[in-house]
């Protein structure tokens, strides 16, 4: 399947700092990426749509401040979480649909688990 | 409200046994169903997919069931490996989403004992 490349995969940061997040599709161009976050013991969660060259879609409840979101080229997608705070400490996952491999399945990262001391 | 619901946490499985991890769904524009696996500390790996004019897709151990009319799908894993020990997550796609993100059921973690 197609791969889909994700660093860091573990961030300790302190509180108040910013962390980017990025998400790179290896060998395939996406034009649309998500972020996921996922709490201990939850489903994965939607965030955000992340459109080449365009605004990110937020879900609702999440602050798109808080939560950048870049999609600058065909390959690369990233996340700032700005000013992090505890409540942030989580496991962000990021992935891209290809469009060559069928319009519905989408490939993971390995995901990022940030901890906000 | 949780559209794609996976309500046993958790199964046990003996090796060599089937598994059966079950998923009901309530959104009735959802036409299209992926199986993921999950182990700690890694984004989920695509297993298995049905779409809602199937009722039935198998790819070697590996058969999910979808019954439309209950809105509920299975993934049936035979025979079982210490292997397929992880989370398993049920998502849903409905046709007309631009970008299609998936929504994801809470998981069900299957255990397999040797």
């Known amino acids: 399947g197609a791969v889909v490349s994700q660093h860091p995969s573990r961030v300790i940061c302190k509180s108040g700092t910013s962390v980017k997040i990025e998400c790179r599709s290896l060998?395939?161009?996406?034009?649309?990426m998500f972020w996921y976050r996922q709490f201990p013991k939850q489903s994965l969660m939607l965030m955000a749509t992340?459109?080449?060259?365009?605004?990110?879609?937020?879900e609702q409840g999440v602050e798109k401040d808080k939560f950048l979101i870049n999609h600058a080229s065909l390959t690369l997608s990233t996340l700032t979480v700005t000013s992090a705070h505890p409540e942030d400490s989580s496991f962000y996952i990021c992935s891209a649909r290809d469009p060559s491999g069928g319009a519905y399945i989408q490939y993971f990262g390995a995901g990022t688990r940030l901890s906000v001391l | 409200d949780q559209q794609v619901k996976q309500n046993s946490p958790s199964l046990s499985v003996q090796e060599g046994r089937i598994s059966i991890l079950n998923c009901d769904y309530t959104n009735s524009m959802f036409d299209y169903f992926l199986w993921y696996k999950k182990y700690p500390a890694e984004g989920p790996t695509f297993l298995i997919s049905i779409s809602s004019i199937k009722d039935k897709n198998e790819d070697g151990r590996f058969t999910v069931f979808l019954n439309k009319s209950a809105k509920h799908l299975s993934l049936h894993i035979v025979p079982s490996q210490p292997g397929d020990s992880a989370v398993y997550f049920c998502?849903?796609?409905?046709?007309?989403?631009?970008?299609?993100?998936?929504?994801f059921g809470k998981g069900t973690t299957l255990s397999v004992s040797s």
């Open positions: 992340s459109n080449e060259g365009s605004k990110a879609t937020y």
């Open positions: 998502a849903a796609s409905a046709i007309d989403q631009a970008g299609t993100a998936l929504i």
């Open positions: 060998d395939f161009q996406a034009t649309t």
